[in-house]
T-cell receptor
């Protein structure tokens, strides 16, 4: 079974631009979570989507948004990019979002550089 | 939320067992302990999880103390490819897909 895929793998943008990242979960998985990883802050939770609805949200500004499609694929968007948004963006999928037992599987990440 | 404490770094000789400790003294009765690892610049990889019994899979063993205040991840025969940052995570019950990562332990396996 194919793992979580993320596109693009690398991206360079300039301040003020916006960016859209894509995540395709493992087949059959319905929950998708997004994380940001930076050297200073480590891995931080952005949000989670399940059945096209945002179920959880981390402590990030409204410039960070996401959505999930009926086939469980997810996109996240960052508007008005800032230098501090340079990071590795990770997507994780799990079978369903029923509490604490399901395991999340991560994709390889999209490395975003904002100049 | 239960927090975890891990040593920032550890070394292990290739072929020997790597024992990575984790303290989670405020863990609740229905919270699981999860372990992930992240090899440089890759996505975190799931290793194992458990509630109160010891667990073993093809990658590792997880030993949880009887009071559940601490656990140890054991890689029985470490290889150079096991060099990575290892994260111990206590899964918050009502937070759905939210994983809270700490700083982890940077394991260096040396020849």
């Amino acid at each position: 079974k194919a793992g979580v895929t993320q596109t693009p793998r690398y991206l360079i943008k300039t301040r003020g631009q916006q960016v859209t990242l894509s995540c395709s979960p493992i087949s059959g998985h319905r929950s998708v979570s997004w994380y940001q990883q930076t050297p200073g802050q480590g891995l931080q939770f952005l949000f989670e989507y399940f059945s096209e609805t945002q179920r959880n949200k981390g402590n990030f500004p409204g410039r960070f948004s996401g959505r999930q499609f009926s086939n469980s694929r997810s996109e996240m968007n960052v508007s008005t990019l800032e230098l501090g948004d340079s990071a590795l963006y990770l997507c994780a999928s799990s079978l369903f979002s029923s509490g604490f037992q399901e395991t999340q599987y991560f994709g390889p990440g999209t490395r975003l550089l904002v100049l | 939320d239960a927090k975890t404490t891990q040593p920032p770094s550890m070394d292990c000789a290739e072929g020997r067992a790597a024992n990575l400790p984790c303290n989670h003294s405020t863990i609740s009765g229905n919270e699981y302990v999860y372990w992930y690892r992240q090899i440089h610049s890759q996505g975190p990889q799931y290793i194992i999880h458990g509630l109160k019994n010891n667990e073993t899979n093809e990658m590792a063993s997880l030993i949880i103390t009887e009071d559940r205040k601490s656990s140890t991840l054991i890689l029985p025969h470490a290889t150079l490819r096991d060099t990575a940052v290892y994260y111990c995570i206590v899964r918050v019950y009502n937070q759905g897909g939210k994983l809270i990562f700490g700083q982890g332990t940077e394991l260096s396996v040396k020849p």
